[in-house]
């Protein structure tokens, strides 16, 4: 069972910059795909970003693209979300997840091609 320990969350504004981390407690991490997703109040929880298990391959909602950075240090068995230039609309509870190993589609971003989650963290975005 892949445990996923998230930081980082926090009010910021706009225009600001915020960083997430996602830890997880599986030695074989470099085998998992890990993504980001968010949910807005009153909104249905969406992805942000994900990461390949090789690294090599990542994918951003639209809403994010150019703004967002999705990376992962494997030999500390953490996934990143870089967020610069947030916006009001950014305001949202951010989950981390991992799909099972050596997961085969390319940018995953439905939930249930995730097997784990992290436990949410907020993330308020002032104006």
């Known amino acids: 069972q892949v445990q996923l320990v998230v930081a980082g969350g926090g009010l910021v504004q706009v225009g600001g910059s915020l960083r997430l981390s996602c830890a997880a407690s599986e030695p074989t991490f470099n085998t998992y795909t890990m993504g980001w997703f968010r949910q807005a109040p009153g909104k249905e929880r969406e992805p942000v970003a994900t990461i390949k298990w090789r690294g090599d391959l990542t994918y951003y909602a639209d809403a994010v693209q150019g703004r967002f950075t999705i990376s992962r240090d494997n030999a500390k068995n953490t996934v990143y979300l870089q967020m610069n230039s947030l916006k009001p609309e950014d305001t949202a509870v951010y989950y981390c997840?991992?799909?099972?190993?050596?997961?085969?589609?390319?940018?995953?971003?439905?939930?249930?091609?995730?097997?784990?989650w992290g436990q949410g963290t907020q993330v308020t975005v002032s104006s």
């Open positions: 997840a991992a799909t099972r190993p050596y997961y085969s589609r390319s940018y995953p971003r439905r939930e249930d091609e995730f097997d784990y």
